[in-house]
Structures are given as structure tokens and as C-alpha cells.
């Protein structure tokens, strides 16, 4: 049967229409299958879960889900009656199997029960009783397999690996240089066991609650509307005057569970992420709409963009007289984000946090988002996640807030958390309880770790304390020795290097200016520098002076500061320095521009040309004793030079290049021979100077690349 369906903006006046994501929790599907059979089945395109359809549309999509189960019933059917047969005929065989075995062979048993070569692991050196130790073997036994190798050593003497590899050899076993650092030997073991478990979980993985965080401009209402979903979605007993320190809460919606990071403000979230942590699923950016678009909001705009996270815009104050939320949307345009009702795909949901309206609007546009993202993660394995904050109390000691990523966290459980360590020696929730176990997404306290790690610090279960403990002792001395080591971040000294490498195939750059316009045209100017080698984004630009939050984005996203009639606080040249990013300042916005192209086309690695200075002919040749051949000289045109280089030409052929030795004028040395005057010349590490050959002196000289 053919089913057609009309178009979703075909602008057919119908009575009632059904939105997506209602029709799919009807259905009891995800949102992304609805789409997909609406555009297969029906030839209908659904922009996303936000569209409506007719009523009438509605139904003949649920008479098609109807006939499928019906199918999927009857197939089920069939095959569980096929299923019965074939395990009928495999216990039959298993029953067959066991009778041949119990008379079986075995000798194929005792194949089985040999054991593999022992591995025996040893230093550059050993001493041979260590060595007989690691064997089980007599001490008299090791040295008389020495003496016959041709080494004679005592019990108390050592042996070197290469010696010791052939004795083990000879004993049926196997020498392995031991590894100097034990740390990456743990660090490679844990990473080899995580890999496996990733494998294993991918089949078991399951729904794990979105991850959200609030971003805004100050004063926009951010805590007040965190304050409002708490005090909404928490229950009475919980709500009363709990004071929030672990950073972060949960909230129940319609079953669905949703965690919040009550960490406001992008200063945090860039910190994570320049730590290259992406706890983050869903950013709700506050707008005040009798405020409309701000610096800081700007800000969290291009830091959601470089993080690649889905925003949904929460349009605050919608109480306030003043409020205009057109505003806030046509402001939104400017920076490529189109609200939804305007036709394209950024949610925009108008709340207000005092009178607590849209809230559940707010919350379900969460949730319908985290359903599209498709989040997982498997409870059973071993917990991995990130710390969200941390302090250093003085009755408790080390207190980490960290977020469960993945597996379940338990009480007791060995942790390794960036270069610190610890065993868990108790676990608070958000609402202030004791608890033995996290799970995915689930944010906890913890105590009984060695140091305060940093926000943004990865952790990660291991087998016991000991081995947490020498992977941070590793990971300490890693970070010691790099520290010591140049920098490889990029600046505009090093980047044609890194372009030439193939380091660099974007440069980010960040301009701040001292007004608006300014900020546009730089910015503008700086995008039109682009390459074939190389893009150039900006990928953040406003007007102010040049702060520690921008020197966080540019240490995230490896970019370089560009400043425009303003200068860097003491703290952002502070930041700088400590984490090498380069800021440059400007007062003419073409000195900027040519700086960017010039460290582009490699001005700081220019091209060279030869260019011919001289000709002389040889017209008389000395051999002198322990000094070499020395010619007499006639400069037929130019100039011959003594820093110059020279080759000998022979009938038009190339006998030799070098560089002179020493240019003589009777008997003083001169630093250059002109057109028509006789020189004496001993070229370096070449003797075979001949009557007539034509000496011909040349300088290399730099060539400066004038355009892209």
C-alpha cells in the first residue's frame, strides 16, 4: 500500500498538527529513527524533533509501527521454533562428544599440559646467585653452564645481559630486559586493560543522564536559574538550606535523570578542556532579555563553538517589563545562530527564573537533546572520569569533586588522578550522604587522595595503591623532564617551521581591540590571509582589554593573541608566561596584518639566489711546501672577494667548488681584487689549480617572498 504524506511547510490549513518528539515518545522510539522513517517511507524531510506534521499524518505512521510489530511478533515466532531445533541437535552431538572423550586419548592430554618457556626479567647486570634464584636452580649447577660457555665467575660476581640471555636460553627459559621505568610498564598494563574493557562494554553499554553546563554574562540570571531547577526538581526534605560544595548536582525529570555542573562561568570550562577533559554534553547559554547579547556571552558563544557542544539559549527575566526576546534573537544571528522559530536549528526557550516559568520546558529540550546525542555508558566496568574541583580541607585533607564518566566508582576502590593517587576512603553525593558507589554521570566527593589534583584532571581505577602510585611518580617525572624542554607551541617565529612540518594546518588567532568596529576589521582582514597551507580563524574576537580568560582559550585551542590598541593585565602576561602564549600588540591594524603574512610565507626562512661578483683566470701556478697551490691571478671582470665562494671551471666544466683560503696582493693580504688587477689565491682543500682555468666567485644572496 502506497502512503503518501504532505509536506511538513507545504501550508495546508489543517485543525491539529503533532509535533516529533510527541508523536516518538507515543511511539516509544527515538526521535532520529522517527526522522529517518519519515524521509524513507514517506519522502518527507523533518528539519529536526522540534517539526510538525498533520494529525492525519500522525495516524498512518502509527498503522505502519502497528504492522511492523506485527511482522517482528510473527518472525520471532518462527525463529524461536528454529532456534529449539537447532539446540535439540547440538546437546545431541555434546552427548556424543563426552562418550569419545571419556575413552579419549592421553596422550593429546598430556600435549596439552605442557607448559610454556618461563619469561625471566633482569637488569643490564645480575649477580649469579640472583640469577640461580630466578632459575630454581643449584648456584654449582649455573656456574659449571658459565664454565662451559667460557665464563668463569664466582656466586658473588655479576654477569652482563647478553651472557645471562644465552645461560637462560640453555635452561629452557626466556631473558627479558627489564624495563628502567616502571611507570609506563603500569601505565602500558592499565591501558591494555582498558582497551579491553572498552571492547567488552561497547555491546553493554546503556543510557547515561546528559551532562550540562550554564554559561552566561554576569548578572544574566545563571546561579539564579540554577538556584530555580534545584528548588523545583529537588524534593522539600533536600531543598532546606542545603549549601551545594561538590560542584555539581542531579535533577529528576519525568524519570530521566540530568546532572548539572554549578560551575558557571566558560573560565572553568576552558580550563577542563586546555586539560583536554570534554565533561560537558549540553551548554544552556543565559541571555537576559532586557539585555540582550554581551561581552561575556559572546565569549561563551565562540568557547561552545571551538569545544564543538551543543548550546541551547535560555532567554531569561521574561518577567521584567522590559523584556524582548526578538531582540536576543536577531542578536543571536549575528554570531551564526538562528533560533528555531525563526528557521534554524538553535533552541531558544524564554524562562524566568523568579517566576519559575519555562523551567520544564527547559528541562524536556534537555532531555529531547540528550536523547539525539545518543549518550551511553557501561555501569559495569571500571569507573573513569574527571575532577570537577578540588580543595584541601583541613580536618579531611585532599577533597576532589569529580564527575563518573563511565563504569561505576566504588568505596575502597585504587585510584590514579593526573599525578596524584589515593584509595577511596569515603564518597558524599550531591545531597550530602554517604555512598559506596557512583555511576555514570553521577557526581561525588571523595576523600583519601595523596595531593589536591587540578579541575579538569582525568581519573581512572587500577588494580591496587601500588601501582596508582608508581603511574604518578612516572607521570611527575614525565611532566619534570618536559618542563625542561622547549616549547612546540606555536608562535609567529616557529610557524613556518610548523607549517613545513606539517604541525600547522590551521592558526587560531584571537583579536582584541579597543572598539567594535576595530575588532570587525581586524578580524576580517586577519580570515582573508588564508592558504592552501594554512587556515587562519579567529576564532574569538571583542573589544577590552586582553585577560586571563583569553589567554585560557588561546592555551586550549594552541592560538595566538592579536591586540589592537590594548594591552594584557598583569595577570594575563602572568598566564602568558607561564604557559608560553604569545600575545602581540598593535597600534596599526597593517602591522599586524603583515606580521601574520610574514611568519606565513616564511620571511623568518627565506629562499637564496646566487649571484656571480667575479671572474679571474689562473695565468700562474706556484706549489709551495706546506702551504699548497698557490695561483697567480688576473680579474677579468667584477670583483673577487675573500669572504666569497669560488668554483674552478675548465673548458666550460666544473672542476671544483669551495671557498678561498687566502687573496693576496703581492705580499699583503686584501679583502677584495678588482676588475683588471693581479692577485695571488690558494683555494681550500683543492690543489689542482691549472694555467687558464677561470675562477669564478659567487655570494649567496637572500630573497624575501613579497606575497602569499
Known amino acids: 500500500m502506497e502512503r503518501e504524506l504532505r509536506n511538513v511547510n507545504s501550508g495546508v490549513k489543517v485543525l491539529a498538527k503533532v509535533r ?68 535439540e541437535d547440538i546437546s545431541k552431538q555434546q552427548r556424543k562428544n563426552s562418550k569419545i572423550r571419556k575413552g579419549g586419548n592421553k596422550k593429546n592430554e598430556e600435549k596439552v599440559d605442557e607448559t610454556p618457556d618461563e619469561v625471566i626479567e633482569m637488569e643490564e647486570t645480575i649477580v649469579v646467585k640472583d640469577l640461580a634464584d630466578k632459575l630454581k636452580k643449584p648456584v654449582v649447577e649455573v ?149 540582550g547579547i554581551m561581552p561575556q556571552t559572546v565569549e561563551a558563544i565562540n568557547h561552545c563553538k571551538a569545544a564543538e557542544v551543543p548550546m541551547i539559549i535560555a532567554i531569561n527575566k521574561m518577567d521584567k517589563e522590559s523584556a524582548n526576546p526578538d531582540r536576543v534573537k536577531q542578536e543571536l544571528t549575528e554570531y551564526g545562530l538562528v533560533a528555531e522559530d525563526w528557521g ?115 581519573f581512572t581505577v587500577v588494580r591496587d595503591e601500588k601501582t596508582a602510585r608508581i603511574m604518578a611518580e612516572s607521570r611527575k617525572e614525565k611532566i619534570r623532564q618536559e618542563h625542561f624542554q622547549t616549547s612546540n607551541r606555536v608562535s609567529m617565529e616557529n610557524l613556518y617551521n610548523q607549517i613545513q612540518e ?63 590598541n590594548v594591552r594584557p593585565d598583569n595577570n594575563a602576561i602572568a598566564v602568558a608566561e607561564r604557559d608560553n602564549v604569545e600575545i602581540k600588540t598593535y597600534r596599526i591594524i597593517y602591522d599586524a596584518l603583515d606580521d601574520i603574512k610574514s611568519a606565513m610565507i616564511g620571511m623568518l626562512e627565506p629562499e637564496y639566489k646566487e649571484v656571480v661578483i667575479g671572474r679571474c683566470e689562473a695565468r700562474q701556478v706556484y706549489k709551495i ?16 672577494a675573500r669572504n666569497c665562494k669560488v668554483r674552478v671551471l675548465r673548458d666550460g666544466i666544473v672542476i671544483t667548488e669551495s671557498t678561498l683560503a687566502s687573496l693576496k696582493r703581492f705580499k699583503d693580504d686584501v679583502k677584495e681584487a678588482a676588475t683588471g688587477y693581479e692577485c695571488g689565491l690558494s683555494i681550500d682543500k683543492f690543489n689542482d689549480i691549472k694555467e687558464g682555468d677561470i675562477i669564478e666567485g659567487y655570494i649567496m644572496e637572500e630573497i624575501k617572498p613579497k606575497q602569499l
Open 344 to 458: 534554524g536549528d538553535t533552541i531558544c526557550v524564554p524562562v524566568s527564573a523568579h517566576t519559575k516559568e519555562g523551567l520544564d520546558n527547559l528541562l524536556e529540550m534537555i532531555t529531547i537533546n540528550a536523547e539525539m546525542l545518543e549518550l551511553k555508558a557501561d555501569a559495569n566496568r571500571r569507573a573513569k572520569g574527571t575532577v570537577i574541583e578540588a580543595k584541601l580541607d583541613k580536618g579531611r585533607g585532599p577533597v576532589a569533586s569529580i564527575l563518573v564518566q563511565n563504569g561505576t566508582l566504588k568505596s575502597g576502590d585504587s585510584i590514579i588522578v593526573g599525578t596524584t593517587y589515593g584509595r577511596i576512603r569515603a564518597m558524599i553525593d550531591d545531597k550530602g550522604n554517604n555512598t559506596k558507589e557512583a555511576g555514570p554521570s553521577m557526581p561525588v566527593e571523595i576523600l583519601g587522595l595523596s595531593e589536591v589534583p587540578a579541575a579538569g584532571d582525568r
Open 143 to 291: 656456574i659449571r653452564a658459565l664454565i662451559f660457555q667460557g665464563v668463569m665467575a664466582s656466586v658473588n660476581q655479576e654477569v652482563d645481559f647478553k651472557t645471562a640471555e644465552k645461560l637462560v636460553d640453555s635452561f629452557g627459559s626466556i631473558a627479558v630486559l627489564k624495563e628502567q621505568n616502571v611507570g609506563d610498564v603500569a601505565e602500558e598494563q592499565e591501558d591494555e586493560i582498558d582497551a579491553l574493557e572498552d571492547e567488552a562494554s561497547e555491546a553493554k553499554e546503556t543510557k547515561r543522564p546528559p551532562i550540562v553546563t550554564v554559561m552566561g554574562h554576569v548578572d544574566h540570571g545563571k546561579t539564579s536559574l540554577l538556584d530555580a531547577i534545584k528548588k523545583s526538581k529537588v524534593t522539600a526534605t533536600e531543598a532546606g538550606g542545603i549549601t551545594q560544595h561538590i560542584g555539581a548536582y542531579t535533577v529528576d525529570v519525568n524519570g530521566e535523570r540530568i546532572t548539572f555542573l554549578d560551575t558557571p562561568g566558560h573560565e572553568a570550562f576552558t580550563s577542563m578542556r586546555a586539560r583536554g577533559a570534554q565533561v560537558t554534553d549540553i551548554v544552556i547559554l543565559v541571555v537576559a532579555a532586557d539585555d
Open 20 to 87: 516529533i518528539y510527541e508523536l516518538a515518545k507515543e511511539l516509544e522510539v527515538s526521535n532520529k529513527e522517527l526522522i529517518s522513517v519519515l524521509m524513507d517511507e514517506f519522502g518527507v524531510e523533518a528539519k529536526n524533533h522540534m517539526s510538525v506534521i498533520d494529525e492525519e499524518d500522525a495516524d498512518l505512521i502509527k498503522e505502519l509501527y502497528e504492522e511492523q510489530k506485527k511482522e517482528a511478533a510473527e518472525k520471532k515466532e518462527i525463529i524461536e521454533e528454529y532456534e529449539s531445533k537447532i539446540n
Open 502 to 564: 606539517g604541525k600547522v594546518k590551521e592558526l587560531s588567532v584571537i583579536v582584541k581591540a579597543d572598539v567594535q568596529g576595530s575588532a570587525e576589521a581586524v578580524k576580517q582582514s586577519i580570515e582573508k590571509l588564508s592558504t592552501d597551507n594554512v587556515k587562519v580563524r579567529v576564532i574569538h574576537g571583542a573589544v577590552g582589554a586582553i585577560t586571563e580568560t583569553d589567554v585560557s582559550l588561546a592555551y586550549a585551542s594552541n592560538a595566538i593573541i592579536i591586540g589592537f
Open 625 to 640: 711546501s706546506n702551504v699548497g697551490t698557490i695561483a697567480g691571478c688576473y680579474v677579468l671582470n667584477g670583483k673577487i
